[in-house]
């Protein structure tokens, strides 16, 4: 049994690195799926998180998955135009309670391929499991269009748009060992309650 692996957080190397494509005859090996069902079990356990690369739980391998609540999420977002503010939906940090609390299923995106972009960039706030207490303003093309493999080494090639876009290409930069303090324009701390 693989112990359930630890979300890496700064300053470890691992999440600066440039993490390996993966050959396609190992995508179906055990440690490839014991990886894939580490990261699922990883994410499964923070209380906010929507996307998790394989470098987050010291991996330096092409991988990472998207909880399709990032699809629901971007539902609730649509519900609430006409002026009224989004909620602060922050990558990798999206508040829960908005919408019902299910089994999330998971996408596995393997050896990723950005494929299209939209011209329309959108900015957004975003934060990291690996950097944690932090926000920032991120602008991420608003459509994007990603080629892989999933966890059954079938190709796939998935659209998407608005927040599941921006969850992707954070985690697409987590692949590159780009993070998202390296690309906010400015970086906040998240305001802790004080105990008086
Ligand atoms: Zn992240």
């Not at 926000?135 to 599941?164: L, Q, W």
């Amino acid at each position: 049994m693989t112990k359930q692996k630890e979300i890496v957080k700064l300053p470890a190397k691992v999440l600066r690195g440039h993490a390996q494509d993966i050959p396609m005859k190992e995508i179906l090996s055990p440690h490839i799926q014991g990886l894939i069902s580490n990261m699922q079990k990883a994410l499964k356990n923070t209380p906010d998180g929507v996307g998790l690369a394989a470098p987050q739980v010291g991996e330096s391998l092409r991988i990472f998955i998207v909880s399709e609540e990032a699809e629901e999420i971007d539902k609730a977002g649509g519900r609430r135009q006409k002026g009224e503010l989004l909620p602060p939906h922050a990558v990798e940090d999206a508040p829960k309670k908005l919408y019902e609390e299910r089994e999330w299923k998971y996408y596995v995106f393997i050896n990723p391929v950005l494929k299209n972009t939209s011209r329309k960039k959108l900015d957004g706030p975003e934060g990291c499991l690996s950097v944690p207490g932090k926000f920032g303003n991120v602008t991420r093309h608003e459509k994007i269009t990603v080629e892989a493999y999933d966890k059954h080494a079938k190709k796939i090639t998935r659209g998407a748009s608005r927040f599941f876009a921006r969850v992707m290409q954070h985690e697409l930069d987590h692949l590159e060992g780009i993070l998202f303090i390296d690309k906010a324009e400015r970086v906040f701390e998240a305001i802790k309650r004080e105990q008086s």
